[in-house]
Nanobody, 122 residues
Framework: VQLQASGGGLVEAGGFLRLSCEAP????????MGWIRQAPGKDREIVAT????????WYADSVKGRFTISRENAKNTVFLQMNSLKPEDTAVYYC????????????????WGQGTQVTVSS
């Protein structure tokens, strides 16, 4: 199963980016989807998750009010809209799929994308 993340890039502080993650071969609506990031020298951090129906989402405190996760089950795609970006948001962003749980545990994700680099300049 492949998850294909895209949309990263270089942006100035205060700017925005929209990440996308397609999972064409996944039974997409059966999975909680998450966006996880890893900054240089730091552990991976779950930044946002979205339930199977797309009705409910969770955000890390560090991104709450700035990032929005959404999904289109008909297109097997999950998005992360990132506004008001800060230099501390610089990281590789991964999408991941969790079939059994609620996306709250890194070790529970079944499938991972390849990551997309987000760099925010000050």
């Amino acid at each position: 199963v492949q998850l294909q993340a895209s949309g990263g890039g270089l942006v100035e502080a205060g700017g925005f980016l929209r990440l996308s993650c397609e999972a064409p071969s996944l039974t997409f609506s059966s999975y909680v989807m998450g966006w996880i990031r890893q900054a240089p020298g730091k552990d991976r951090e779950i930044v946002a998750t979205i339930r199977r129906s797309g009705v409910s989402a969770w955000y890390a405190d560090s991104v709450k009010g700035r990032f929005t996760i959404s999904r289109e089950n008909a297109k097997n795609t999950v998005f992360l809209q990132m506004n008001s970006l800060k230099p501390e948001d610089t990281a590789v962003y991964y999408c991941a799929a969790d079939r059994r749980y609620n996306g709250a545990h890194l070790g529970a994700y079944d499938f991972w994308g390849q990551g997309t680099q987000v760099t925010v300049s000050s």
